[in-house]
């Protein structure tokens, strides 16, 4: 069980953190369910987003590696859009995630910079 000291901060939100020893991962517990959600979001946006460039791309449906007629130009031109789609995606929700549990509970969720890993 996990116990959590709530406290005022600057009279508009509050504060997660108990004592300085274990706050780190109490406020990653507190974001896990949150990062999954974001990150089924960012992979379901990522998708619908790389299925509408690459319908400006080609006619056809993106090639699959496996598919045999599939040339390398074509697969390493799809792969790389999706790729690039998919991890700024996911980046830019986590990112906004994490600044949204931060601007509400006054704890960032992961490492500052700076902290020793």
Same mark, same amino acid.
Request: charged fraction near 25%; glycine fraction near 12%.
């Given at each position: %069980?996990?116990?959590i000291?709530?406290?005022?901060?600057?009279g508009?939100?509050?504060?997660?953190?108990?004592?300085?020893?274990?706050?780190?991962?109490?406020?990653?517990?507190?974001?896990? /369910?949150?990062?999954?959600?974001?990150?089924l979001?960012?992979?379901? =946006?990522?998708?619908?987003?790389?299925?509408?460039?690459?319908? =400006? =791309?080609d006619?056809?449906? /993106?090639?699959?590696?496996?598919?045999?007629?599939?040339?390398? /130009?074509?697969?390493?031109?799809?792969?790389?859009?999706?790729?690039?789609?998919?991890?700024?995606?996911?980046? %830019? =929700?986590d990112?906004?995630?994490?600044?949204g549990?931060a601007?509400?509970?006054?704890?960032?969720?992961?490492?500052?910079?700076?902290?020793?890993i």
């Amino acid at each position: %069980m996990v116990n959590i000291n709530v406290c005022e901060r600057k009279g508009r939100s509050v504060r997660l953190l108990g004592s300085a020893s274990g706050s780190l991962a109490r406020v990653k517990l507190l974001f896990t /369910p949150l990062g999954i959600l974001a990150g089924l979001l960012a992979g379901f =946006v990522a998708k619908k987003g790389f299925e509408r460039i690459w319908a =400006v =791309v080609d006619d056809e449906k /993106p090639p699959q590696a496996e598919d045999r007629e599939a040339s390398y /130009p074509k697969l390493a031109l799809a792969l790389l859009l999706e790729g690039a789609i998919f991890k700024l995606v996911k980046g %830019m =929700v986590d990112r906004g995630a994490r600044t949204g549990f931060a601007s509400l509970t006054g704890s960032w969720p992961g490492e500052e910079k700076g902290d020793e890993i």
